[in-house]
């Protein structure tokens, strides 16, 4: 079963940064696709960055640069730092397991607010 728990969301000023992190439980975190999602009030969750098991990496349009995605297998653990946050960031970030848009294996979210 996949369970998935993400922390590390809060409150930031403009130009700040964030790590989330995502700690999965189970031998299947090392062999799956790993992504980052966000959903902001009245907008459709959203596609932020996906990693594969070997660590090669894709981003959503207009985030390579401010936000990077990793991974840790040995601690079942995925990462996405972001830097130089700006208000539109602002939304619930998901971790997600699988095949990006092929699967139902979410955590709860984690907050992210930036604000002055």
């Known amino acids: 079963q996949v369970q998935l728990v993400e922390s590390g969301g809060g409150l930031v000023q403009p130009g700040g940064s964030l790590r989330l992190s995502c700690a999965a439980s189970?031998?299947?975190?090392?062999?799956?696709?790993m992504s980052w999602y966000r959903q902001a009030p009245g907008k459709q969750r959203e596609l932020v960055a996906t990693?594969?098991?070997?660590?090669?990496?894709n981003y959503g349009d207009s985030l390579k640069g401010r936000f990077t995605i990793s991974r840790d297998n040995a601690k079942n653990t995925v990462y996405l730092q972001m830097n130089s946050l700006k208000p539109e960031d602002t939304a619930v970030y998901y971790c997600n397991a699988g095949v990006p848009g092929s699967n139902n294996n979410w955590g709860q979210g984690t907050q992210v607010t930036v604000s002055s």
């Open positions: 990693i594969t098991r070997n660590g090669a990496t």
């Open positions: 189970g031998s299947w975190f090392s062999t799956y696709i």
